[in-house]
């Protein structure tokens, strides 16, 4: 005699399922999703230790082998110094996840901040965000980062040289950092808004659930509200903008490097490489070829594993 | 248990102080065509231990006036007039902090959709835990300890397992039952249950009541329960409070109302309840038309465009509560029904 299971004791024995355990199930199942995943597993993996498997030095020149086509000795072939476009191209992987993930962590710290203050308290707060919002988006991004970093970056640096030059002080010495601080600020400056207005979209349908009304009931304050109930509810939405965000980012850095506003030679750059392999792709495709299709890569997976996250976050619209 | 240790009001005490006291309330809504009047200077109290019903159809202001005494309603809805006092001090004007060490120290909320009343993304027992760690001052682990008695005490199997459940892991029924253990959980001394057997389907309904009628006399709380049924809530009530349009038009133990219902409209909501011992081909009773829209407020009596007894002075002026009877605990606000019992 077979055992019928009777229904409903199914749900009382079987060990609770997270949500985020839920939604790892679902995407599983997506191939993209999953396809993406790997890549970006494999491209984090390559920036962080990369740079310690290379064959060779990513900055070291050999000029009797230059623009040499791929080869089992150079897998990518080498650049018009004799540098080695395979360690270039994984030294570069570091230098986009360096900057996607900053810029992306500073945009949405930003985003969201605004973005669930305005949703949830409104009125004149709500009023000046969007404002601001508006605004940013309303500049051109490139021209925008080509004016902060044309204006900021001879004054900033020949600030912080006098200043050297008169104390002697070691913390002026390096003005690298100039470099970076105003690639990232200046992205940040320009990637903030879209997530401001995802979050405030989301608090504004989020503010007005009964279970917010409940939590009110119970006298929690604003602040825990806002912290506990609204933003984890908004975060759905949001990840799978990070996750599309982060590519995002690698492409506008490599725009910008293409442009001479990125990160500045010798740090490797996908889009400073794409833009020295534009003006020789006739004769050395390789060098367009390899940093184009890494960064073309990198760009796909990330947005294949946001769709996928967005499906698996969101049970409602999946199957 | 812990509860049972606090000291609370014999239930003899029915008659005596007043724990909530609503007088003239008036709440308006901002709309298009400027502010319109939707709960006009409501007056209803609830003595210590006792449970009011609240009782009339959608629309007519039930929740909103519970939900905006105590502050929990969007801007664009406005008290602008009168008081509620609670527990001797007037909600309206209290500071925010303090108004929230009342919102679920003292006032437990229970409400209508136990689907969309719980937050999605956090375990039960957190929920339980929060306003005991805000308002008890408990720490994590006391108020988890806490949690799982809670839903112990509100009939959950397994309660300590399901701490860690999320909501959408449990039934309606499940659900609601955790509702009424987070507002009870800082140990209140009046709960405001607004139509929490809506959703359920009717055995569950009857369960949910005989729960709070037991969590009640066991913790000798005050009670105020919602709702348009009025035959649900009969063997859980000491007294029903008939709401039209904004305004208590009927105040009656709940005994006296059923016997000797007195305003036409509680009439018409007791006709309308159908009867097991009606025949198949009767039809059911209902009450024609539809209260008035906010803003659009006739001049007299709220009810008379609906009602069949209306006379001219009902189109005329608005009757006030008044006093049945010797003791005056059965009030009606209806000309008609007043003149009646006068010449009787």
């Excluded at chain 1, 020789?280 to 990330?302: D, I, T």
Aim: neutral net charge; aromatic residues 6%; proline residues 7%.
């Amino acid at each position: 005699m077979s055992v019928v299971p009777m229904p409903g004791t199914a749900a009382e024995i079987e060990p609770p399922v997270s949500l985020w355990r839920d939604a790892w199930h679902r995407l599983r199942r997506n191939k993209l999703a999953v396809f993406g995943l790997a890549v970006v597993v494999i491209l984090a993996f390559t920036a962080l230790f990369g740079p310690y498997l290379t064959p060779y030095d990513f900055l070291s020149q050999d000029l009797n082998s230059r623009n040499l086509a791929p080869s089992l000795s150079h897998l990518f072939g080498t650049d018009d110094l004799g540098r080695d476009v395979f360690s270039r191209v994984v030294y570069g992987t570091r230098t986009a996840f360096l900057v996607a993930i900053v810029v992306t962590f500073i945009a949405v710290v930003i985003g969201v901040t605004l973005g669930a203050l305005a949703g949830f308290f409104g009125g004149w707060l709500d009023r000046i965000v969007m404002w601001l919002t508006d605004m940013t988006m309303s500049i051109p991004n490139l021209l925008l980062v080509v004016v902060i970093n044309a204006s900021l970056k001879s004054p900033i640096t020949s600030w912080m040289e006098s200043r050297y030059l008169a104390t002697l002080n070691p913390v002026y010495r390096e003005t690298i950092w100039v470099d970076f601080l105003l690639v990232f600020g200046s992205m940040a400056l320009i990637s903030w808004p879209p997530y401001a207005r995802l979050v405030r979209a989301q608090v504004l349908s989020i503010r007005s659930r009964p279970y917010i009304t409940a939590a009110q009931a119970l006298g929690l304050t604003n602040r825990i509200i806002l912290m506990r109930y609204v933003v984890p509810n908004a975060l759905g939405p949001l990840i799978v903008a990070v996750s599309a965000g982060l590519g995002t980012a690698m492409v506008l850095e490599s725009a910008f490097s293409f442009l001479g506003v990125g990160v500045n030679p010798p740090t490797p750059s996908w889009g400073n490489m794409i833009s020295d392999g534009l003006r020789v792709w006739q004769h050395y495709p390789h060098l367009l070829a390899a940093p184009a299709a890494v960064l073309g890569l990198a760009s796909v997976a990330f947005s294949f594993l946001g769709d996928g996250l967005n499906d698996a976050l969101n049970p409602r619209g999946a199957k | 248990m812990m509860m049972a240790n606090d000291i609370r009001p014999e239930p003899s005490a029915k008659t005596g102080e007043r724990l909530l006291d609503v007088k003239g309330l008036t709440i308006e809504i901002d709309t298009r065509n400027g502010p319109a009047t939707i709960v006009d200077g409501i007056d209803l109290h609830v003595n210590k231990g006792e449970t009011l019903g609240i009782v009339g159809e959608s629309g007519c202001g039930k929740s909103l006036t519970m939900l905006s005494m105590m502050r929990l309603l969007p801007n664009k809805i406005k008290v602008t007039k009168g008081e509620a006092n609670f527990a001797g001090r007037d909600l309206q004007k209290m500071s925010n902090s303090d108004l929230r060490k009342v919102r679920g120290g003292d006032v437990g909320f229970i409400f209508q959709d136990p689907m969309t009343s719980l937050n999605p993304v956090m375990r039960i027992g957190q929920q339980l835990a929060e306003p005991l760690i805000y308002h008890r001052g408990m720490s994590k682990a006391e108020a988890r300890k806490r949690a799982g008695e809670l839903l112990k005490l509100v009939g959950i199997p397994g309660a300590e397992d399901r701490l860690d459940a999320y909501p959408h892991e449990l039934s309606g029924g499940m659900r609601q039952r955790v509702m009424i253990a987070i507002g009870l959980a800082c140990n209140p001394q009046l709960l405001i249950a607004d139509e929490p057997t809506t959703a359920l389907d009717v055995t569950i309904q009857a369960q949910i009541v005989d729960l709070v009628k037991d969590l009640r006399d066991k913790l000798g709380m005050s009670v105020v329960w919602i709702t348009h049924d009025l035959a649900l809530i009969a063997g859980l009530v000491d007294r029903i409070n008939v709401l039209y349009a904004g305004t208590v038009v009927e105040d009656a133990p709940v005994d006296a109302l059923f016997a000797n219902p007195s305003h036409p409209y509680t009439q018409g909501l007791l006709a309308s309840i159908p009867k097991l011992s009606d025949e198949r081909s009767t039809r059911l009773s209902s009450i024609g038309g539809t209260p008035p829209e906010p803003g659009r407020r006739p001049k007299g009596c709220p009810f008379a465009p609906r009602c069949p007894l209306a006379e001219a002075i009902c189109h005329e002026r608005v009757p006030s509560l008044e006093g049945l009877g010797q003791n005056g605990a059965h009030r009606v606000a209806c000309f008609v029904a007043q003149r009646k019992l006068e010449a009787a």
